[in-house]
């Protein structure tokens, strides 16, 4: 992402330093991740001490400061779906990839990550693949789920 | 549009929509929320839009995209009017035959109907159906009727109409007066009577207040916000302006996740036909009143639900929550005087102001007036969002409306209040939901989130999971919530495992009591909740798994083996292909034994094991028989001997 590209969203939020977290999260959704010197920019442009921007985008979830891999993973823990098996879901899909929440495997295919709620409990457990649900997982149907991403 | 500059331009603008809208027209209407869109909505809709197009029906069939219906477990769901014919569980290829069928021959198709479980029969009509019957949807109610991107499908259906009275006709004293009379209480969580919040913030000192929508909604199993601001935003918008009118704010903010992104869009549009036409900006209606509003969208984190933490994270700072030695009403944001209410009280307001406090009253009970939404999900039948009065009893919910548990299994307890919240056990069923009662039973009323649980539920595991969930999501700014929840945590997760030990019970109870006592927030003041309430009720499992090393509801995965019955195996292989651990040896004619060393326990083969035979068996707190020797094993049929 260039430095051009930043200025812009930051100048969509007329350079507010109260919009720090608006700023990042605009940067998240289009890049995927925050580089070091997106986060440099941002300091730099909002006049916000680079630590200040450091503590938010490791004190929320939606930011990543490392590339994510082409599919992202979603196993929803939410109570509704923890109490159908989410966790039995979980293990095997870190079995099948070899990667844990939070982590992204080598060649970059996966990213798995776990999330509290995806709002669609009658279709508990949820597994999402690239914003794709998959409803009423087992753990003998996760393979056949990820096998079609490439 | 132009602007609407008085109350009698609105109800003239009214009637110029209604008067366009043939009540006798056929409208399809089709749950587009969420939930459903993960059921297949979309693709649902748009051989619906290929049909009309197809068949050249746009000037005799109106077709609506509206927000969640409640009835998830049965979405995508879609009601025609104005006969009110309701059909579930519809898919691309139902199109055409509704098309053919219904609107144009007004016959109705028998499969897609509701079938009651009790009686086998078909309910054609949404308000015939167990599920709708026993609700009273005030709030709620019309989500299934408008399009939340359009404005004047609000409008249809006599919205802003609150918002016009209160401006013309109503001083700010009378509007608060009103609240207070309701008696309406915060539907976030805390149930603080909204009328004593507005209050305090209209009489603090200060030029500028703000109003605020609290969206964060974080507890996992609980989407009633989000439904309701993705399906009618319009009447949350219509609630805060009035509150900002009754104390003076002329700013407001809505925080809504991130991970919403519908309930985002839909905010959006609109806050932008708000303001187009005069709801939102200078001069609202002609009254002289200001008042704008911006989104601000959360990054993710659960604590930026309390109350400080969200304004700190509104101030665009990392959401840590502040002591509240005064109290966000008179000192919040910006250290000005902030009123913060969730979607749903907000929602309230236009109701109460529309219809009275007196109407509003009737409902509920002694101290918990209205209705409220509950997330009915977990082990229940009916999955979905509910809307009841205050002091129906869980029971009620339960089995009336949620239609039981599945599967035959047995009800265990029901988990209320989110992370912060209890279990609520069988033998308390009866007990009428409401604020004061829900904490009494050591539980409390929460967002909203109800959560039933089985046979098959460990309760400790339920206790682990809630400190699990909020161990990741402390902030770690107080020490009896950062360090005390992390050793709690520990602990339960030894005792899931088999590690527990004597004394270990009490050491929880003790650091429980110092997270209530000390620590800076609700999320850890109540953090000991989930597990005092378990204990509470069932302190027999705790037992079970700290001195038998057992899971009586064989759940833990490090307490329980899996076993196949050579009884009743009947080598039919479904285990054996389906095991993704190869953990299970045999053959045709040949019973199934599983190599416990290789078992990874994920319970596949217990779950396809077919329910004919149910050979697959769960152990837990004793040994596992010895595998039946290798000459035991082929079965000799007795068809084949003859």
Request: proline share 5%; with cysteine; net charge neutral.
């Amino acid at each position: 992402m260039d430095n051009d590209r930043i200025d812009q969203i930051i100048d969509k939020h007329q350079g507010e330093a109260s919009s720090l977290i608006q700023v990042l999260l605009e940067i998240q959704s289009e890049n995927h991740w925050l580089p070091k010197e997106a986060l440099e920019r941002v300091s730099e442009k909002l006049k916000v001490p680079l630590t200040r921007v450091q503590h938010i985008a490791t004190f929320y979830k939606a930011f990543s400061l490392v590339p994510k891999g082409r599919h992202e993973i979603h196993i929803c823990v939410g109570t509704a779906c923890h109490v159908r098996g989410a966790t039995r879901v979980l293990d095997t899909v870190q079995d099948l990839t070899g990667i844990k929440p939070g982590e992204t495997d080598l060649d970059l295919k996966f990213s798995l990550q776990t999330v509290n709620c995806l709002g669609c409990c009658a279709l508990g457990p949820v597994m999402e693949v690239d914003g794709k649900t998959h409803g009423k997982m087992a753990p003998s149907k996760t393979a056949e789920v990820l096998k079609n991403y490439e | 549009m132009s602007r609407i500059n008085s109350p009698a331009e609105l109800e003239e603008f009214r009637k110029g929509i209604l008067s366009k809208r043939d009540p006798n027209k056929p409208c399809i209407t089709l749950c587009s929320g969420s939930a459903c869109h993960a059921t297949g909505s979309k693709e649902v809709a748009a051989s619906i839009e290929e049909e009309i197009k197809k068949q050249g029906l746009s000037a005799e069939v109106d077709f609506r995209k509206t927000g969640c219906h409640g009835f998830c477990e049965r979405g995508p769901i879609i009601v025609i009017h104005p006969e009110e014919i309701c059909y579930f569980q519809i898919e691309p290829k139902d199109v055409p035959e509704i098309f053919s069928q219904t609107i144009k021959e007004k016959k109705v198709i028998e499969r897609l109907l509701y079938t009651d479980p009790s009686t086998n029969e078909k309910i054609i009509h949404e308000s015939e159906i167990p599920f709708y019957k026993y609700q009273e949807r005030l709030v709620f109610g019309s989500n299934g009727n408008i399009d939340p991107k359009s404005i004047d499908d609000y409008l249809a259906i006599g919205g802003y109409s609150a918002l016009a009275k209160t401006l013309s006709g109503m001083t700010s004293e009378q509007v608060l007066e009103e609240v207070k009379k309701a008696n309406l209480r915060g539907r976030g969580g805390g149930g603080f009577p909204a009328g004593s919040k507005w209050e305090g913030s209209r009489n603090a000192p200060g030029e500028i207040k703000y109003v605020i929508v609290n969206a964060d909604e974080g507890d996992p199993g609980a989407y009633m916000d989000r439904s309701l601001l993705e399906g009618n935003p319009h009447s949350v918008l219509e609630g805060l302006i009035i509150g900002a009118y009754a104390i003076g704010s002329h700013e407001g903010y809505i925080y809504v996740r991130q991970e919403y992104p519908l309930a985002v869009e839909n905010v959006h549009i609109a806050i932008k036909k708000a303001e187009e036409y005069g709801f939102l900006g200078k001069n609202i209606l002609g009254s002289g009143f200001d008042f704008t509003v911006k989104v601000h969208q959360g990054a993710g984190a659960f604590v930026c639900g309390e109350s400080t933490a969200l304004m700190t994270a509104l101030e665009g700072r990392a959401g840590e929550p502040r002591p509240k030695y005064i109290r966000s009403n008179i000192v919040g944001l910006w250290g000005r005087p902030s009123v913060l209410n969730n979607v749903e009280t907000w929602a309230n307001v236009p109701l109460i102001i529309n219809k009275g406090a007196d109407w509003f009253t009737q409902f509920g009970t002694e101290s918990s007036k209205g209705t409220k939404i509950f997330s009915l999900v977990g082990k229940i039948t009916n999955t979905g969002l509910v809307e009841v009065p205050m002091g129906m009893t869980l029971r009620d919910i339960i089995f009336k409306i949620g239609g039981g548990i599945p599967g035959g299994k047995r009800f265990k307890a029901v988990q209320t209040g989110g992370p912060s919240g209890g279990c609520i056990p069988e033998e308390l069923l009866d007990l009428p939901v409401g604020f004061d009662e829900l904490t009494r039973a050591g539980s409390m009323m929460g967002s909203g989130g109800m959560i039933v649980m089985d046979e098959d539920t460990c309760m400790v595991d339920v206790a682990r999971y809630f400190l699990d969930f909020l161990t990741d999501e402390s902030c770690g700014k107080c020490v009896p919530c950062r360090e005390g929840m992390r050793q709690m945590l520990k602990i339960l997760t030894n005792i899931t495992r088999g590690k527990g030990k004597e004394g270990d019970i009490k050491l929880l109870e003790e650091l429980s009591e110092t997270a209530r006592e000390a620590a800076l927030c609700a999320l850890g003041k109540s953090s000991p909740n989930p597990f005092l309430s378990t204990l509470k009720y069932f302190r027999d499992e705790y037992e079970a798994h700290v001195k038998e090393k057992k899971c009586p509801a064989l759940s833990c995965k490090e307490l329980i083996a899996y076993h196949i019955d050579p009884k009743k195996c009947q080598a039919c292989m479904t285990c054996l292909k389906k095991c993704p651990a190869e953990a299970i040896v045999g053959g045709k004619n040949r019973i199934h034994v599983i190599v416990q060393e290789k078992c990874t326990k994920c319970g596949t083969c217990f779950e396809v094991c077919p329910p004919r035979f149910r050979s697959v068996m769960k152990i837990s707190g004793e040994p596992v028989p010895p595998p039946i020797p290798e000459e035991a094993r082929t079965i000799v049929r007795e068809s084949k001997q003859k």
